[in-house]
């Protein structure tokens, strides 16, 4: 800082600045009120269709999410002024006062030039005579004593003015287009934060021998405390770099290496696995011209071997490692799939040999407890995109090996992942626990991601936009596959979660391929009217979809995934149709017991096949019982906000999924909430089994309990509507379910639908 800067400082610009600031932090309060309560909350509850469902209203989602970015990027800048100014001023205060007080003991405080200064004795010669030397002057030890405290102020009033550039360059660094989330309080917050992040750097680049237990829960904590944080994991990932990144953990999660850490620490690894790869992630999404070089750097990097100790483990293996949690950049991912993805065909020779198997002395690259032993990069990865659906849809529907030479059509990344890949044996890291399936259930979860348009394991909002082209033709691809060999599936059951919640997020698909009308003919028009889909459609044949629905069945959770699901877009199919305002030219049918049959069939054949699922999975020496498939049915009543009839919206967008956040439409008191209601109690009573035992036919015991289920489902739209024919709406949807649920079974035993009219 100089010296005649901070004595003769003006700070009326810098008022005016703060002054500013606070002007638009308030403005900013109201637009971003406007842009939540009258844009999105708006757009919510339009009925987009075709290009508006898919693009308008998920833009409008995140331009109202910008808002709030801009209020919060606005506040943390007029915090960080403020905090600045008010120590500036402080410092000039000391300053002044301290020049002040020298005058008074004839010191003079000169201006030097380049923003230095001298003090001086200002005493008269003849002072100096005094043998006490306190005749009015100033002594040696005055002139040191006073430089030293305006050095000090100078110096302090430096480290304000020089974090205050640091983390105000950091904050309008970290978004190329848009604005920062970074909200910090207090200029001191950033500033820590930035120097936290310099100082878990410099203890992960140690060399590992010089790397102790103390360091360890050091840098442990601090990547704990701070992965959130963009600053932080910014600074932290550019200062580590990617090299040091790989060599880091290549060394820390290896016994051989870091014996002491690992014999002392072993439980914690997996925390500091978690914490680093939150940290990465968090600073993947940094648009700063560093992260930009990180992250290509990273990617050219990751196919040598990491310099590791011991060496002989690709980049790859270790980063895969390091996105097994947090959200990492799209772009990011994107590239450092279609790099791996290179390596993989280049290792298995175009997939014909099986690579990155672990040997018995390789180390565990992946600590995350009870996980896979890490060495197989794609199981990481897949981890990682699993989390990142924007990414995960482009991976699949890219080529692994492109058409040409001896490839007459080219394999992509879904195909050779699901139907080809010799997956590499794998122990779990926890050795107790045998082998592990985490690869494949990872690609499930990846696949899951990939089609749904939200992480895996997650309930879509009201904002996840509906169904693209890319991750509607990749759902087609997974039924088609199944469909072909349902093997694929039932061989490796543990992927059924993620298959049940997919194909709960695509009924409306799934039911429209249970028509058996030609997409070409005329009468398809009354189909897209019955199950209206605002996004695109998958376009999935009813075969494939029988046998992938009856092998999800085989598993509780996917069962009860679609078999909830089901219920739920049955009974809000019937609200929608019976409604007497629909529009006439919205109508399916002008015959009101034609739709309601037509529903009811529908739905009642999707039950049937997932019921015959069940019963196949239930007769199977080690299968599941009937108790499991209960409690997982009674689990989806957690995982949908707790609560009964929250899981559809309203009007036409309700139908291109029955799963939407809780906010919109389908309290209690709806068609929905009595079904699920119902489904919920009698899987927590064990009604189906029960029954089944009584009527000594578990397929008779779930045809009755399909029926009372939609005819629950039609009756209560009935009365919401006070439709006189309520009885005879019952009555019909019972007929329609009772047709459905039989033709299900003839299907799957490659009978004409409508064969048979009795069980």
């Given amino acids: 800082m100089d010296f005649n800067a901070l004595y003769h400082a003006n700070f009326k610009l810098l008022d005016d600045a703060v002054s500013d600031w606070s002007t638009l932090v308030d403005h900013l309060v109201d637009l971003k009120k406007d842009a939540e309560d009258g844009l999105h909350k708006v757009a919510l509850k339009a009925d987009w269709v075709g290009v508006n469902a898919q693009v308008s209203k998920q833009f409008i989602g995140k331009t109202a999410g910008e808002f709030g970015d801009a209020h919060t990027q606005a506040t943390t800048i007029r915090n960080i002024l403020r905090d600045t100014r008010n120590e500036l001023k402080a410092f000039h205060q000391q300053l002044t006062g301290a020049v002040a007080r020298g005058e008074q003991k004839n010191l003079t405080v000169i201006n030097s030039g380049d923003g230095k200064f001298t003090v001086m004795s200002s005493t008269r010669p003849d002072w100096s005579s005094d043998p006490s030397g306190k005749t009015g002057g100033a002594d040696q030890k005055d002139v040191d004593a006073l430089r030293d405290e305006i050095q000090g102020i100078l110096s302090r009033a430096t480290e304000s003015d020089n974090s205050a550039k640091t983390v105000l360059m950091a904050l309008v660094d970290q978004a190329r287009m848009g604005f920062s989330d970074a909200r910090y309080e207090d200029r001191d917050a950033a500033a820590t934060a930035v120097k936290e992040a310099d100082e878990m750097a410099a203890l992960a680049k140690k060399d590992p021998d010089d790397l102790s237990v103390k360091d360890f829960d050091r840098l442990n904590a601090g990547l704990k405390k701070y992965h959130d944080d963009p600053l932080f994991s910014e600074r932290f990932a550019k200062d580590l770099g990617p090299e040091k990144t790989l060599s880091f953990w290549a060394n820390v999660s290896d016994s051989q290496v870091s014996p002491d850490i690992n014999r002392e620490r072993r439980e914690q690894l997996g925390d500091l696995q978690k914490n680093l790869s939150l940290t990465l992630a968090s600073a993947s999404r940094s648009d700063t011209a560093d992260m930009t070089e990180w992250k290509r750097h990273m990617v050219d990097i990751s196919g040598q071997d990491v310099g590791g100790k011991r060496g002989g483990i690709f980049g790859y293996q270790v980063m895969s490692n390091l996105m097994r949690v947090g959200d990492y950049d799209d772009d990011f991912m994107k590239q450092y799939g279609k790099s791996l993805m290179e390596k993989e065909r280049q290792l298995t020779h175009d997939g014909d040999h099986t690579a990155w198997q672990r040997m018995g002395f390789s180390p565990y690259l992946n600590r995350m407890k009870g996980g896979d032993s890490g060495f197989d990069p794609l199981s990481g990865y897949l981890q990682g995109l699993s989390h990142n659906p924007g990414a995960a849809t482009d991976f699949f529907n890219d080529d692994f090996i492109p058409k040409d030479g001896d490839h007459k059509k080219a394999v992509s990344n879904f195909k050779y992942l699901f139907e080809d890949r010799e997956w590499p044996h794998e122990s779990n890291n926890d050795l107790s626990r045998g082998e592990s399936d985490d690869g494949r259930n990872n690609l499930a979860a990846a696949l899951e991601a990939a089609t749904t348009g939200h992480p895996a394991g997650e309930i879509p909002t009201q904002d996840t936009a509906p169904h693209s082209k890319e991750q509607a033709a990749l759902f087609n691809a997974i039924v088609s596959s199944v469909g072909d060999d349902p093997e694929r599936l039932t061989e490796h059951g543990f992927m059924s979660d993620s298959m049940g919640q997919m194909a709960a997020e695509y009924l409306p698909d799934i039911n429209r391929a249970t028509t058996d009308v030609s997409r070409d003919s005329d009468d398809w028009k009354q189909i897209e009217k019955l199950y209206p889909i605002a996004g695109a459609d998958a376009g999935v044949h009813h075969r494939d979809v029988s046998k992938f629905l009856f092998a999800v069945g085989q598993n509780p959770t996917g069962y009860a995934a679609v078999e909830v699901g089901q219920q739920a877009y049955m009974s809000k199919l019937m609200e929608y149709h019976l409604d007497p305002d629909l529009p006439a030219d919205e109508r399916f049918s002008q015959d009101q017991e034609t739709t309601v049959k037509y529903i009811a069939q529908r739905s009642g054949e999707v039950s049937g096949v997932l019921g015959l699922g069940r019963q196949e999975e239930i007769a199977k020496p080690a299968g599941d019982s ?65 029954a089944a035992d009584e009527m000594g036919s578990r397929w008779q015991a779930g045809l009755e309990k399909n029926n009372e289920y939609v005819a629950l489902g039609a009756q209560e739209a009935a009365k919401r509507y006070h439709l006189a024919n309520a009885d005879d709406i019952g009555t019909w949807s019972r007929e329609g379910a009772r047709q459905g649920y039989i033709n299900a079974n003839d299907i799957l035993q490659g009978q004409a639908p409508g064969s048979r009219t009795t069980s």
Avoid: C, M
């Avoid at 009674?634 to 559809?648: A, E, H, P």
């Fill in 626 to 690: 009937d108790h499991d498939y209960d409690y997982s049915v009674s689990q989806r009543k957690n995982l949908i906000s707790g609560g009964v009839g929250t899981v559809v919206g309203v009007g036409t967008s309700f139908i291109a999924t029955p799963w939407v956040g809780a906010a919109v439409g389908g309290g209690a008191g709806t068609a929905t909430s009595a079904v699920l209601e119902y489904i919920y109690k009698d899987a927590e009573g064990h009604a189906l089994e029960k």
